[in-house]
């Protein structure tokens, strides 16, 4: 697991040195919040932030995951 208040290029470099793919993001209270992989991780998202005028520095994990609002279940049931 890991925040989502980390640091975009800190998570990178923790997960590539990992060997870890995608991970689950949690809040402060650790509270499931969405999941990043190193695709979303990946320098072109990373550079779309920037031109916005945000510093790399303040690139967040919660900038850049997927949010579990976007997580759709279904019943294998039906």
């Given at each position: 697991?890991?925040?989502?208040?980390?640091?975009?290029?800190?998570?990178?470099e923790?997960?590539?040195k990992?060997h870890?793919?995608?991970?689950?993001?949690?809040?402060?209270?650790?509270?499931f919040i969405?999941?990043?992989?190193t695709?979303e991780l990946?320098?072109q998202?990373?550079v779309a932030?920037?031109?916005?005028?945000?510093?790399?520095?303040?690139?967040?994990?919660?900038?850049?995951?997927?949010?579990?609002?976007?997580?759709?279940a279904?019943?294998?049931r039906e």
């Amino acid at each position: 697991m890991i925040g989502g208040d980390t640091m975009a290029v800190t998570a990178l470099e923790l997960m590539l040195k990992t060997h870890i793919r995608i991970n689950i993001v949690v809040s402060e209270k650790n509270n499931f919040i969405g999941l990043i992989s190193t695709n979303e991780l990946s320098e072109q998202h990373i550079v779309a932030k920037l031109s916005k005028g945000v510093c790399r520095e303040d690139v967040l994990i919660k900038d850049l995951m997927i949010p579990k609002s976007d997580f759709h279940a279904f019943d294998y049931r039906e």
